[in-house]
């Protein structure tokens, strides 16, 4: 148990719409990164926020948004979804907005399908 | 920019010694990973070694790494059947992003 949790677990949507998916860091955590894990691929990040500030991000379009709350619980939302957003998300968090990232917390993912 | 490199799958009898190697091209890279991924289950670290280390030993877990060659490998000993799982090489530089391979899928024969 990494004391990360992400909801929901799984989630299906169709394309055009949008979704918001959510995260809560381990206790104290004040860093939480997004990865995209498609199909047989390794994740890949999204981008990065450090005390509710993007802090770094990844080669994904501006729909893909985020935001982090003061109790460091976080969301990321994907407007106008594509078939190819269907992947498992996978949010991190960690204690320094910098460092090692053997810090990072891996939850277990939110699997989202797109029809 | 960085690029992690593994193959795809590694068969392995129980008892065995299982190896799985990854090469990355950013020589600037200055932590190596290695990641475990069980179904339905997130990303667990099982080791990572900073750019100037040649090896690292844990328990049953070795990583070798050539820097010259940019080539990374970890050495699972005496695998047993817990240990079939998607195994990701990962490497970054100080305080950026991680770029992961796509993984080595794991799976032990009896």
């Known amino acids: 148990e990494t004391g990360v949790t992400q909801s929901p677990t799984h989630l299906i949507k169709t394309r055009g719409q949008q979704v918001t998916l959510r995260c809560s860091s381990q206790?104290?955590?004040?860093?939480v990164s997004w990865y995209q894990q498609a199909l047989g691929q390794g994740p890949q990040f999204i981008f990065q926020?450090?005390?509710?500030?993007?802090?770094g991000r990844g080669n994904f379009p501006p729909r893909f948004s985020g935001l982090q709350f003061p109790n460091y619980s976080s969301e990321l939302n994907v407007n106008a979804l594509e078939l190819d957003d269907s992947a498992l998300y996978l949010c991190?968090?960690?204690?320094?907005?910098?460092?090692?990232?053997?810090?990072?917390?891996f939850g277990s993912g939110t699997q989202l399908s797109v029809l | 920019g960085e690029d992690v490199e593994q193959s795809l799958f590694l068969s392995v009898r129980e008892g065995d010694s299982s190896v799985i190697n990854c090469t990355y091209t950013?020589?600037?890279?200055?932590?190596l990973y290695w990641y475990k991924q069980e179904p339905g289950a997130g990303l667990q670290l099982l080791t990572y070694?900073?750019?100037?280390?040649d090896m690292k030993q844990d328990q049953r877990l070795t990583v070798l790494l050539n820097k010259k060659d940019k080539h990374l490998s970890l050495r699972i000993a005496d695998t047993q059947t817990g240990d079939s799982a998607i195994y990701f090489c990962?490497?970054?530089?100080?305080?950026?992003?991680?770029?992961f391979g796509k993984g080595t899928r794991l799976h032990i024969l009896p």
């Open positions: 991190a968090s960690s204690l320094e907005g910098r460092g090692p990232s053997e810090k990072l917390f």
């Open positions: 206790s104290g955590h004040n860093t």
């Open positions: 926020y450090y005390r509710e500030e993007e802090n």
């Open positions: 950013d020589s600037s890279s200055t932590y």
């Open positions: 070694i900073f750019s100037n280390m």
């Open positions: 990962a490497a970054s530089r100080e305080g950026d992003k991680i770029i």
